[in-house]
């Protein structure tokens, strides 16, 4: 198993930066890829960005704004988020799926990001 944690939500301008965590413990070798999701009410979650087999993958809404980065030796995964814009405005979750059979996945808590126009 893994356990998620996020961190560094909150209220921003538009215009402005906002950086999440997340760490990750547990089975922590066994992690095939790890990124961010994040949801609106009443709408499916959607990508955000992962990072696979080495690969940085973005939704077309976040590209040239949006960094995924990671620290192994942390266990740490971030989201760098600038030129924040409303439509941002979302629970951003941090996802993981390991190496399998099975394939197993894991979500965050989530953690509620605002922009303000």
């Known amino acids: 198993q893994v356990q998620l944690v996020e961190s560094g939500g909150g209220l921003v301008q538009a215009g402005g930066s906002l950086r999440l965590s997340c760490a990750a413990s547990?089975?922590?070798?066994?992690?095939?890829?790890i990124g961010w999701y994040r949801q609106v009410p009443g709408k499916q979650r959607e990508l955000v960005a992962r990072?696979?087999?080495?690969?940085?993958t973005y939704a077309d809404s976040v590209k040239d704004r949006f960094t995924i980065s990671r620290d192994n030796a942390k266990n740490t995964v971030y989201l760098q988020m600038n030129s924040l814009k409303p439509e941002d405005t979302a629970v951003y979750y941090c996802?993981?799926?390991?190496?399998?059979?099975?394939?197993?996945?894991?979500w965050g808590q989530g953690t509620q990001v605002t922009v303000s126009s």
């Open positions: 996802w993981t799926i390991l190496t399998g059979p099975p394939r197993s996945q894991y």
């Open positions: 547990g089975s922590t070798f066994n992690i095939d890829a």
């Open positions: 990072i696979m087999s080495g690969r940085n």
